[in-house]
């Protein structure tokens, strides 16, 4: 087969997929922006597609967001125009709508059969928007107008693809019936033999410190330290955990943009604004024991996790993080927010502790339980381990599971879902 990716930070969610086509003796493309020169990365001809347009000045705000992704939709579709004139016809296109980039390609390639990787329909009733009431809406009359246009992107490969698929239950309950029906959820995998316990696991601190398995640490991991993964709240329960754990050392990984939801106040990172809210209620000792690490190498990253003794995780009902279930892999006892993603891989008292999202003090209640009892630790670690590999492995169940999704897609007469 002739397969081509599009994914505007390739390979993002394809990483393994893409790779494993390639082992397979198929001729495998990617068009993205996140290259500038065409490159090889593990077999697949990496192609680069550059924006081609301005937004414009005296736009609708309301059309905003989906004028940045008709400008992607119409860029990867110029780039995609080039290839095939060049000779290129994929038997299968997989893409992340996400961004707009697929909008377009049925009407390049009507004979190819389209996958497209369904992440999120947005919605103001259940889910992230509106949560968190500590974050008002920014014109709350017109807030759900403006975002039933957000999905004005989704509507538009409603009818592009073929087959869909989704790594969570949540989220691809998030998507209307006519998508249900194509929409299979598989996960794209943790390799839980990397991803794994290690009593021999050592993290090196740049202060000179090293932790190991011996140690008390405490650790909370972002992307980015943001209130959509309730960054806020593990801050206002810090000064707390700080007291009633005198040894124990926080570790907290993620950089300083904003990946979801609104901005900071202008000058200030959300990192630098719960600091200051909360430095002055925990002595300097304390502080001394707090460790932010920006963002890491993957290999310091498992070793974090390996020498966790509470690994905390919050979110808002939303995308569920691959470092939430890369966290179980390694074993590490999880506390977590008691939110709807979360829930389908943590269960209380058995695979992790949940928590109120809102409610710091049970955090910190959750977090002490934990660190107090041995047997607990090792209990949950055991649990959250065997619950990650039964179910999100990557090579004996989320990779077969996803090539399989492919051989199918590959049976289908394309088009024919639209019929």
């Known amino acids: 087969m002739k397969v081509l990716f599009i994914h505007q930070n390739f390979p993002g969610q394809f990483k393994h997929l893409a790779p494993a086509l390639v082992k397979k003796g198929h001729e495998v493309v990617s068009l993205t922006l996140k290259v500038k020169d065409p490159t090889n990365w593990n077999g697949v001809r990496v192609l680069p597609y550059s924006v081609q347009r301005t937004a414009a000045k005296a736009l609708h705000p309301w059309l905003i967001d989906f004028e940045t992704k008709l400008l992607r939709g119409e860029s990867c579709y110029l780039a995609a125009r080039k290839l095939r004139e060049q000779g290129f016809m994929p038997d299968i296109i997989v893409a992340h709508p996400g961004w707009g980039e697929s909008m377009f390609l049925r009407d390049l390639w009507p004979e190819a059969r389209i996958g497209l990787y369904y992440e999120l329909h ?15 809406q920014a014109e709350a009359d017109t807030a759900s107008i403006r975002l039933r246009l957000k999905n004005i992107n989704n509507m538009m490969h409603l009818h592009v693809g073929d087959m869909g698929i989704c790594p969570t239950e949540f989220q691809a309950a998030s998507f209307p019936k006519e998508y249900r029906r194509i929409i299979e959820v598989i996960h794209d995998g943790i390799d839980t033999r990397i991803v794994c316990p290690s009593i021999k696991a050592r993290l090196e601190l740049k202060e000179g410190i090293t932790l190991t398995r011996e140690d008390e640490v405490i650790t909370f991991v972002n992307r980015n330290l943001e209130p959509y993964r309730g960054y806020h709240i593990f801050m206002r329960a810090l000064p707390r955990i700080l007291e009633e754990r005198p040894n124990a050392r926080v570790l907290i990984v993620g950089g300083d943009e904003v990946s979801y939801g609104s901005r900071p106040p202008k000058g200030m990172t959300w990192k630098q604004l719960y600091i200051d809210e909360v430095r002055g209620q925990i002595a300097t000792p304390n502080w001394d024991r707090v460790h932010f690490l920006g963002r890491i190498p993957y290999d310091q990253f498992l070793s974090l996790l390996q020498v966790s003794k509470a690994h905390v995780y919050l979110t808002y009902p939303f995308v569920l993080s691959w470092s939430l279930i890369e966290a179980m892999a390694a074993g590490a006892p999880i506390v977590a927010s008691d939110t709807a993603p979360v829930q389908e891989v943590i269960r209380h008292g058995e695979t992790g502790q949940l928590f109120p999202f809102f409610d710091p003090d049970r955090l910190v209640k959750e977090v002490c339980s934990v660190l107090e009892r041995e047997e607990l630790q090792t209990k949950l670690g055991s649990a959250a381990r065997k619950f990650a590999v039964e179910n999100y492995d ?7 599971r996803q090539l399989n999704w492919i051989d199918r897609l590959f049976k289908m007469t394309p088009g024919a879902v639209r019929t």
């Not at 947005?122 to 008002?136: A, I, M, Q």
């Not at 990557?394 to 077969?400: A, G, I, N, S």
């Open 122 to 136: 947005y919605s103001n009733k259940g889910r992230d928007v509106g949560f968190d009431p500590e974050f008002p």
């Open 394 to 400: 990557l090579k004996t169940c989320c990779l077969p």
